[in-house]
């Protein structure tokens, strides 16, 4: 497709589980980030991926959080045993990773995540 | 690290008021600035763009924003606001590092009064 696309749109799991999203970038775009937005908040970088280099972890907010991705495509969002506070919208955007083009992110349109 | 501050978290105006939301980022090398927009049960939209050039950005709808480069701001402007300018907005910073990490500001909400 043209844009990024996110699955599962919505995902209820209980507590303790774990959970995965998935996220297909727009075609050719090196750069993939994951950002969560917890309801009536900001938008808080999770984890960022660039082409070959390592990713940029700093965002993860615990060792129950991961994340993959197979060279310049899919990612997969990995919670493992899920806590109520991880109910949020979890985001995917890719860009072009060059600030030539003034490296625009283009968003999916997000996995809402609730935990009962 | 770079970071990004938006000090309005909720703006109330009427429809004409003119709009102006700040937005600061710390981060001493060249920058891409970014203003998105989120419309009530929509996904985040891009509004405009900084990455060379004039300083002045204009975007959709109207709106612009300015960067100044002394004072590390990157405001979002508009004359005059309408009742359908009702949304989110953020302000991103990418920096010019290895890497092309983008980085969001915790957003400000905008509600236009009819």
């Known amino acids: 497709g043209a844009g990024v696309s996110q699955s599962p749109s919505n995902k209820v799991t209980e507590k303790g589980k774990d959970v995965e999203l998935r996220c297909d970038p727009i075609?050719?775009?090196?750069?993939l980030y994951w950002y969560r937005q917890r309801l009536g908040q900001g938008l808080e970088f999770l984890i960022y991926f660039q082409g070959n280099s390592a990713p940029d972890k700093s965002g993860l907010p615990s060792d129950r959080f991961s994340a993959e991705r197979t060279g310049e495509s899919v990612s997969t969002l990995t919670i493992q045993r899920t806590q109520q506070e991880d109910s949020a919208v979890y985001l995917c955007a890719s860009s072009l990773g060059q600030p030539s083009s003034g490296n625009t992110i283009y968003f999916g349109e997000g996995s809402w995540l609730t935990v009962v | 690290a770079q970071s990004v501050s938006q000090h309005n978290h909720h703006v109330i105006l009427s429809e004409a008021a003119s709009l102006e939301l700040g937005c600061n980022y710390s981060y001493g090398g060249t920058v891409n600035l970014f203003w998105y927009v989120q419309y009530p049960g929509q996904h985040l939209q891009l509004l405009l763009k900084?990455?060379?050039?004039?300083?002045l950005v204009k975007g959709i709808k109207g709106f612009e924003a300015e960067f100044i480069k002394s004072k590390f701001s990157f405001n979002l402007r508009k004359p005059s606001v309408q009742w359908s300018d009702t949304a989110e907005y953020f302000c991103?910073?990418?920096?010019?590092?290895?890497?092309?990490?983008?980085?969001f500001g915790a957003g400000t909400r905008l509600f236009v009064k009819a």
């Open positions: 075609s050719g775009h090196t750069a």
């Open positions: 900084y990455f060379s050039g004039d300083p």
């Open positions: 991103a910073v990418t920096a010019h590092t290895g890497g092309f990490k983008t980085i």
